[in-house]
């Protein structure tokens, strides 16, 4: 399951060679790899490989409707007639089912023992990626890949890639300067490894640097505009750099212009568009016509339920928008989706649930509430299922609420722990001046948010 760097089927191409493009495809975020393994499968109905990378996109969707494709490809590879198979490709397939059968911790284990036992099996590695992030082990995102790059060396397609992944650990766990150098090796074995770009964004947007952050995506916008995985987030991530520098006209230029809010969007452009709406809405900022569009796009988008990070982010969405009944179903079905499946279940009730009882309270204007729903997780970014600068919003959101209820000492302890962490930031300059000079919001006309009084779970 080695990826190489070639990108594009070729003609007559055997079966591995094109299952070699789908992998740099999945690694790169360049090309769609879902539909490339659709054909080559329906062209080679028993290449068990093909099953295998199949099965594995399926579980990186982590979506409820994903399952039921993941039940025919598994039906159909664990069917194929003996010697069809081999023992590394049985193990990938048993950690697909585990996953069909929502044991979503063990298919992850499986994945993470397939990787460890063969480090160059980067489809494994790169479940096992996914699963470290989902669940919050931070330390994993960065370790795991470290323990397998001693396996490999530069000479070996693919090497890039794992050293994209490695980039992106190093960034989460705070490792800075050491995230943004390999990202940038990184990129010397693949110009187009949108991934390495990112893992550098993500370091240089922890560290407040904002225009370096706005310069090197940029300097780089080859390798991922055309990437559709990843061009909306790194968007996403320049507008966070625009908005850390006060400039917001830049940030409602790519949010209305870049970050999808249709019909089609998919779960990942509305979480971004989402996310950079609340921030907006934090500073004041006018968005009630947009919260509109994403509301509406996040109601015909189907359920998720595996992905508790996603559903928070609709429930932003209908909150902004004044849809609280779209919000409370959600939460409802957030709950029965944790009773299906166990693992769930410590996610939703100990940071999904609380995270929306919060944004509720927030959004009926009930400040004082939202604090403290919000100070019981503070830490609450290391299990939310998503990265550290995605998780910021529920830091965010509590100091706004802080400020807004005068809790002047609170906002400004919560202040300077931010500028510990991000010491080159603007925005956080500003928080500072605000809390010396107990400033509340709103400092622009803003749309307000529209809730309900719900007391926190």
Not at 112 to 138: N, Y
Request: charged share 20%; glycine share 8%; proline share 4%.
């Amino acid at each position: 399951m080695c990826s190489t760097h070639r990108l594009h089927a070729r003609p007559h191409a055997r079966p591995q060679d094109t299952l070699a493009d789908l992998l740099a495809m999945l690694h790169t975020g360049q090309g769609d790899a879902m539909a490339g393994v659709q054909a080559l499968l329906w062209a080679h109905p028993g290449f068990a490989p093909g099953h295998c990378l199949h099965a594995a996109l399926l579980v990186m969707a982590g979506s409820e409707d994903a399952l039921p494709a993941l039940a025919r490809t598994l039906h159909i590879a664990e069917a194929l007639p003996p010697g069809a198979t081999s023992e590394r490709e049985r193990r990938h397939l048993a950690a697909a089912r585990a996953w069909l059968e929502r044991d979503l911790k063990e298919a992850l284990q499986l994945y993470g023992e397939i990787a460890a036992d063969d480090p160059l099996d980067t489809l494994a590695l790169r479940v096992a990626h996914f699963g470290d992030l989902q669940w919050g082990r931070t330390a994993q995102l960065r370790d795991r890949i470290a323990a397998a790059l001693p396996h490999w060396h530069e000479r070996m397609p693919g090497y890039g890639h794992v050293l994209g992944m490695y980039a992106f650990g190093l960034a989460e766990n705070g490792e800075h300067a050491g995230a943004a150098a390999v990202g940038r090796r990184a990129l010397a074995f693949d110009r187009r490894n949108a991934g390495a770009v990112h893992a550098v964004a993500h370091a240089l947007d922890m560290q407040g640097r904002s225009v370096d952050g706005i310069d090197w995506l940029q300097a780089r916008a080859s390798a991922w505009t055309t990437s559709e995985s990843y061009a909306p987030h790194l968007w996403w991530h320049q507008a966070l750099c625009h908005l850390d520098l006060d400039d917001v006209a830049a940030a409602l230029l790519i949010l209305d212009a870049r970050l999808p809010a249709g019909a089609r969007a998919g779960a990942p452009a509305l979480v971004d568009a989402s996310a950079l709406l609340w921030r907006l809405q934090l500073r004041g900022i006018d968005v009630a016509e947009r919260w509109q569009r994403v509301a509406s796009a996040w109601a015909v988008t189907p359920e998720r339920g595996l992905r508790p990070f996603n559903d928070t982010h609709a429930i932003l969405a209908y909150v902004g928008a004044g849809r609280i009944g779209h919000a409370q179903w959600l939460m409802t079905a957030l709950r029965a989706s944790a009773e299906r499946t166990q693992d769930l279940q410590g996610l939703v009730a100990h940071a999904a649930l609380p995270v929306c009882e919060a944004v509720m309270r927030f959004g009926a204007g009930d400040h004082a509430a939202a604090v403290e729903c919000l100070l019981q997780h503070r830490h609450l970014a290391q299990h939310c299922g998503g990265s550290r600068a995605q998780c910021d919003l529920v830091q965010q959101t509590l100091l706004e609420a802080a400020l807004r209820d005068g809790q002047w000492e609170l906002a400004r302890s919560l202040t300077e722990e931010r500028i510990a962490a991000r010491p080159y930031s603007e925005m956080n300059r500003r928080l500072m001046a605000r809390c010396e000079a107990r400033e509340q919001r709103p400092l622009r006309q803003a749309g307000r948010f529209v809730g309900s009084a719900h007391a926190c779970a």
